[in-house]
């Protein structure tokens, strides 16, 4: 438990140093998320980035996307439905720590509250808020600790928090199954490939698994496309239709869509990702499965398992199935950034909606608080799965638990 | 010696070979040995002299590149081409073994417990969990480790490494094995901690009438424990006989190199010497290419022409049919050492 605690202190600390990482590097990088081929007019781009804390200081910034230093009001009626940041009537009297005095005049208007490194930006003051809770305002903190993302910036209606809710299901969607795929297949494949070693089926495990990671998403995508839901679905239509005379079908539609390329929908819609995926994912979990069993197999402590008596499926299963799942489960934290990778082609390639789509879209856009919003969402994924991984570890291997005594 | 008696196991021109990447290796060259109800044999070698894969052989226990001929014969079956599935309920049960490294021969991921009921379970379908667990704690307690209750949920980079070779031994008796074998048990082991289990196996050997091959290259352990001793060199047997005939009245040039190898604390300040322990010259030959004729034969201090040509084989003694050697050479132990003392 104390170790659980400690490694969640752990956690804590690298999301944050990631975190300012991604933030400064994507603003010192060239261009910015409001330098199209047509820039907007000093005034607005002036006001746009006044509106997305641009004009602060670095720190400033980060704090700022942070504790979540801007509020504005998002919708006249004061539903707020999907606002997180604080919403603010109109014309609500805003005093600011300089002492001057403020009316918010349109819908835009932001508030500023206080920040240790730009003191002249100014604070709700208690009477503005307590103004605004008369006129039956809902109030609302922001920022990255409160669990907002803000707004995006090329598209200055959508709350990145939209993008993260519709995206990361629609990714977890191939992204599980192909996962299940790959370790379901993979870590027998492996174990099998390992209690063979040097003979044929051996062999067919390690080329299975080798094609699959040798051949890129990139690759496979098309390919898989092209024979499953074109080559196969010609291939029943003229069975169905045109030899067996299946007029019906015919008549219905003009093919069977057995396997279908893309878009979303039933669970086929999904086959042909997962695979894709799954596949690519297969070859290192066969190849980490099998060296993990390998080694097992040939440990002293399998040879007395041995002379024990015991059959093969007790000293597999019993013996060397923990230590050989080892080096699969450390492949579970890396996996994650794999996915990711691989969820860029695949999203492109089956027109799936998913975190990958807006993670290139951000990149390119230099869309700030989108791409922050992504990277942080993958960086939490990463981070959480390899906190599992490590208590899954320390549940597997008695020698961890107990905090030393290796041998 | 009386009548002659059937062996509980019999070796029977024995080979084992390795298949490895440079070559063929010649582990194990034919050999004879017969294994006796209730006796405690030793084999004595050099490292790589093919003491531990003989046996290793004869459980099924071979690298996978192993390839073995000949037999090894018990209870009317032989067990190098049984299969797995008709060996199994002979490993551990009627033939058990314990191995040179406790520190790695326990599954680091399961508890002693775990580890003991399996092999008590796997051969006593019928037995249950608290019986084989009762059985366990009994047998802990036999091999002297305190608190056997506790310690059976303990995992095994809890123990010590004495602790869990006892734990080994205690599981290796569990199903009261006709056969032990004991390879190397106490190598590992300092020197206090190798006394103790010494004691355990020379307590539980008479007491459960069980045969006992003593795998080792500490011939003072095999003076102490064993009754017969076979002494090989280069994958052959040099030598067989009653421990103290062999010890005392050597005849291979080998076992005498061996014996006058062995270091030992000076009996009395006169015999004190500042002489450098003696140390046989070369090394043994290369087993991908063993020699033609005998394989001792440029290290042995007697050797003639004859014994580059030809490989002697083990054959019984003139003047004592139990005892066994394989070595042209009829001289007495006395002329031999003389021999070998004059040609360093």
């Known amino acids: 438990m104390a170790y659980a605690l400690q490694r969640f202190g752990q956690m804590l600390i690298i999301v944050i140093i990631a975190l300012f990482a991604v933030f400064s590097t994507q603003r010192?990088?060239?261009?910015?998320?409001?330098?199209?081929?047509?820039?907007?007019?000093?005034?607005?781009?002036?006001?746009?980035?006044?509106?997305?804390?641009?004009?602060?200081?670095?720190?400033?910034?980060?704090?700022?996307?942070?504790?979540?230093?801007?509020?504005?009001?998002?919708?006249?009626?004061?539903?707020?439905?999907?606002?997180?940041?604080?919403?603010?009537?109109?014309?609500?009297?805003i005093t600011t720590l300089g002492g001057t005095t403020d009316r918010s005049t349109d819908d835009d208007l932001f508030v500023r509250r206080f920040c240790p490194w730009d003191q002249w930006l100014g604070q709700v003051l208690p009477g503005a808020r307590a103004q605004m809770r008369e006129n039956g305002t809902v109030f609302r903190k922001c920022g990255v600790v409160r669990g907002d993302f803000g707004l995006s910036m090329a598209r200055r209606s959508i709350y990145v928090n939209d993008y993260v809710r519709d995206g990361l299901p629609a990714t977890l969607k191939y992204a599980i199954p192909s996962l299940l795929f790959a370790l379901l297949l993979g870590v027998p494949m492996g174990f099998y490939a390992a209690y063979r070693q040097n003979k044929p089926a051996d062999f067919i495990m390690i080329?299975?698994?080798?094609?699959?990671?040798?051949?890129?998403?990139?690759?496979?995508?098309?390919?898989?496309?092209?024979?499953?839901?074109?080559?196969?679905?010609?291939?029943?239509?003229?069975?169905?239709?045109?030899?067996?005379?299946?007029?019906?079908?015919?008549?219905?539609?003009?093919?069977?869509?057995?396997?279908?390329?893309?878009?979303?929908?039933?669970?086929?819609?999904?086959?042909?990702?997962?695979?894709?995926?799954?596949?690519?994912?297969?070859?290192?979990?066969?190849r980490l499965s099998r060296a993990g069993a390998l080694e097992a197999l040939r440990s002293n402590y399998v040879r007395t398992a041995r002379a024990k008596g015991l059959p093969a499926h007790v000293i597999l299963l019993r013996h060397v199935f923990k230590p050989a799942i080892l080096p699969v489960l450390t492949y579970m934290g890396p996996v994650t950034a794999f996915i990711l990778t691989g969820s860029l082609v695949i999203e492109r390639a089956f027109s799936l909606p998913g975190l990958g789509r807006q993670f290139i879209a951000a990149a390119t856009d230099r869309d700030y608080t989108l791409l922050m919003g992504t990277t942080v969402i993958l960086l939490l994924a990463i981070i959480l799965l390899n906190f599992i991984v490590d208590l899954l570890y320390t549940w597997l291997d008695p020698r961890i638990r107990r905090g030393g005594g290796r041998s | 010696m009386s009548a002659p008696r059937t062996?509980?196991?019999?070796?029977?021109?024995?080979?084992?070979?390795?298949?490895?990447?440079?070559?063929?290796?010649?582990?194990?060259?034919?050999?004879?040995?017969?294994?006796?109800?209730?006796?405690?044999?030793?084999?004595?070698?050099?490292?790589?002299?093919?003491?531990?894969?003989?046996?290793?052989?004869?459980?099924?226990?071979?690298?996978?590149?192993?390839?073995?001929?000949?037999?090894?014969?018990?209870?009317?079956?032989?067990?190098?081409?049984?299969?797995?599935?008709?060996?199994?309920p002979i490993r551990g049960n009627r033939i058990a073994m314990v191995f040179q490294d406790p520190m790695t021969s326990l599954n680091p991921y399961l508890t002693v417990e775990t580890q003991m009921i399996e092999a008590l379970r796997i051969h006593q379908k019928d037995m249950s969990k608290p019986a084989a667990r009762q059985r366990c704690i009994q047998m802990l307690d036999r091999v002297a480790i305190p608190d056997a209750d506790r310690r059976l949920k303990q995992f095994p980079h809890e123990l010590s490494?004495?602790?869990?070779?006892?734990?080994?031994?205690?599981?290796a008796l569990l199903n009261d094995p006709e056969i032990l074998i004991a390879d190397e048990p106490t190598t590992a082991l300092d020197v206090t901690i190798q006394a103790e289990i010494l004691?355990?196996?020379?307590?539980?050997?008479?007491?459960?009438?069980?045969?006992?091959?003593?795998?080792?290259?500490?011939?003072?352990?095999?003076?102490?424990?064993?009754?017969?001793?076979?002494?090989?060199?280069?994958?052959?047997?040099?030598?067989?006989?009653?421990?103290?005939?062999?010890?005392?009245?050597?005849r291979h040039p080998y076992t005498l190199s061996l014996l006058k190898a062995t270091p030992r604390a000076a009996q009395d300040t006169t015999?004190?010497?500042?002489?450098?322990?003696?140390?046989?010259?070369?090394?043994?030959?290369?087993?991908?290419?063993?020699?033609?004729?005998?394989?001792?034969?440029?290290?042995?201090?007697?050797?003639?022409?004859?014994?580059?040509?030809?490989?002697?084989?083990?054959?019984?003694?003139?003047?004592a049919p139990e005892r066994l050697k394989a070595c042209f050479r009829q001289q007495s132990s006395a002329e031999l050492t003389e021999a070998l003392n004059h040609g360093r």
Request: hydrophobic share 45%.
């Open chain 2, 7 to 88: 062996p509980l196991l019999s070796i029977k021109d024995l080979h084992i070979e390795f298949d490895t990447p440079d070559g063929t290796v010649k582990a194990v060259n034919g050999i004879n040995i017969d294994l006796f109800k209730g006796e405690v044999l030793g084999i004595v070698g050099e490292s790589g002299s093919g003491k531990s894969q003989s046996w290793m052989a004869t459980l099924g226990l071979l690298a996978e590149n192993a390839s073995t001929s000949g037999a090894v014969l018990f209870d009317d079956h032989n067990l190098l081409n049984l299969p797995t599935r008709d060996l199994n």
């Open chain 1, 207 to 286: 080329t299975i698994g080798m094609f699959g990671t040798v051949v890129p998403n990139l690759v496979m995508a098309p390919l898989l496309i092209f024979l499953f839901a074109v080559q196969l679905d010609a291939f029943f239509h003229w069975l169905f239709v045109e030899t067996l005379e299946w007029i019906e079908l015919a008549r219905r539609q003009r093919t069977l869509n057995l396997i279908p390329s893309g878009k979303t929908g039933g669970v086929m819609h999904y086959v042909l990702p997962t695979l894709v995926l799954g596949t690519g994912l297969l070859g290192r979990i066969v």
């Open chain 1, 28 to 93: 010192l990088a060239p261009g910015g998320p409001f330098d199209g081929e047509r820039p907007p007019p000093p005034a607005i781009l002036e006001n746009l980035r006044a509106y997305y804390d641009m004009d602060l200081s670095m720190p400033a910034q980060f704090y700022a996307y942070l504790f979540g230093m801007a509020g504005r009001e998002i919708e006249a009626n004061g539903t707020a439905g999907k606002a997180h940041w604080f919403v603010v009537p109109k014309n609500a009297e």
């Open chain 2, 271 to 319: 015999e004190q010497s500042n002489e450098a322990l003696y140390a046989i010259p070369g090394a043994p030959p290369n087993m991908r290419m063993p020699p033609q004729g005998c394989p001792f034969e440029p290290r042995c201090a007697c050797a003639n022409s004859e014994c580059s040509q030809e490989n002697p084989k083990l054959e019984p003694l003139d003047d």
């Open chain 2, 199 to 250: 004691d355990i196996l020379l307590a539980l050997q008479p007491e459960r009438g069980m045969a006992v091959v003593f795998i080792t290259h500490a011939l003072g352990v095999v003076a102490e424990i064993c009754s017969r001793v076979c002494v090989m060199y280069a994958g052959q047997l040099a030598e067989v006989g009653p421990v103290e005939d062999v010890f005392t009245d050597a």
């Open chain 2, 161 to 171: 490494g004495g602790m869990r070779q006892r734990v080994m031994i205690a599981l």
